[in-house]
């Protein structure tokens, strides 16, 4: 009989525990992860301080300044060198790991470089491979146009047709990097001039990578977009969703 009283004492306190756990206020809400997958312009390479200096770090200090710390968590996934072949191959584990509520992706300006062997076509192709994927794991995406390369115009152009198709056959929100970087190329002088390339890029590698100036603006293009992207629906869409 004592066993008995004690195991339903026991089952009763148990309950009660439950009950309350159920009953207690849920503690403050974890932010909003925003993950910048990307290559070197991401990552920030060349900078002096790119954890805070690329556009990523500079994006997480104006989400903290506007909206408060603690609600948005903005992670720098770029790793430099990397093409979108890699990007694809590398983005479940991330997705696995970070488990992120946005992902804002520049990807395609190491699929440039002949060495790759990479056609506009693979690049749109990986691209494609990739928002899937996301969108799949419940992810939103922003998708982004790669900025101005030195001499390489053209190269860039084909590259940024096939990026806007992905985000039209995607329904994939698109930030017109390429167009925002030129109007600044122009207001510094024009893109003809050397004087005006030294005003926004690195000077070490023929004009690829955004100074510390130009990360600071493109941090600012990429809050205008996710504000965009944001106010078309505060939850997440479901999987079939379009943006």
């Given at each position: 009989m004592l066993k008995i009283r004690t195991i339903t004492l026991l089952v009763f306190a148990v309950l009660a525990v439950s009950s309350c756990l159920a009953a207690a206020p849920a503690g403050k809400d974890a932010p909003v992860k925003i993950v910048c997958f990307g290559d070197s312009i991401t990552e920030g390479y060349?900078?002096?301080?790119?954890a805070e200096e690329s556009w990523?770090?500079?994006l997480a200090r104006l989400l903290d300044a506007r909206d408060g710390k603690g609600k948005f968590q903005v992670v720098n996934a770029g790793i430099s060198g990397q093409d979108t072949r890699q990007g694809l191959k590398r983005l479940d584990a991330l997705l696995a790991s970070e488990k992120p509520d946005w992902i804002l992706m520049e990807y395609g300006t190491n699929d440039l470089w002949s060495s790759r062997h990479?056609?506009?076509?693979?690049?749109?192709k990986n691209l494609k491979e990739m928002i899937t994927r996301m969108k799949a794991a419940n992810v939103?995406?922003?998708?982004?146009t790669l900025p101005p390369v030195g001499d390489?115009?053209?190269?860039?152009?084909?590259?940024n047709e096939a990026i806007r198709r992905v985000a039209a056959d995607t329904g994939t929100p698109l930030v017109d990097i390429n167009a925002f970087v030129e109007e600044k190329l122009t207001a510094a002088g024009g893109r003809d001039k050397k004087s005006s390339w030294e005003k926004l890029y690195t000077l070490e590698d023929s004009f690829l990578h955004p100074n510390a100036s130009l990360a600071a603006m493109l941090a600012e293009r990429w809050l205008i977009a996710f504000d965009a992207a944001t106010?078309?629906?505060?939850?997440?869409p479901t999987v079939d969703s379009t943006h």
């Amino acid at each position: 009989m004592l066993k008995i009283r004690t195991i339903t004492l026991l089952v009763f306190a148990v309950l009660a525990v439950s009950s309350c756990l159920a009953a207690a206020p849920a503690g403050k809400d974890a932010p909003v992860k925003i993950v910048c997958f990307g290559d070197s312009i991401t990552e920030g390479y060349l900078l002096s301080r790119p954890a805070e200096e690329s556009w990523p770090g500079v994006l997480a200090r104006l989400l903290d300044a506007r909206d408060g710390k603690g609600k948005f968590q903005v992670v720098n996934a770029g790793i430099s060198g990397q093409d979108t072949r890699q990007g694809l191959k590398r983005l479940d584990a991330l997705l696995a790991s970070e488990k992120p509520d946005w992902i804002l992706m520049e990807y395609g300006t190491n699929d440039l470089w002949s060495s790759r062997h990479m056609t506009p076509s693979d690049t749109e192709k990986n691209l494609k491979e990739m928002i899937t994927r996301m969108k799949a794991a419940n992810v939103r995406v922003i998708i982004a146009t790669l900025p101005p390369v030195g001499d390489m115009e053209r190269e860039v152009a084909e590259r940024n047709e096939a990026i806007r198709r992905v985000a039209a056959d995607t329904g994939t929100p698109l930030v017109d990097i390429n167009a925002f970087v030129e109007e600044k190329l122009t207001a510094a002088g024009g893109r003809d001039k050397k004087s005006s390339w030294e005003k926004l890029y690195t000077l070490e590698d023929s004009f690829l990578h955004p100074n510390a100036s130009l990360a600071a603006m493109l941090a600012e293009r990429w809050l205008i977009a996710f504000d965009a992207a944001t106010a078309q629906g505060a939850a997440k869409p479901t999987v079939d969703s379009t943006h």
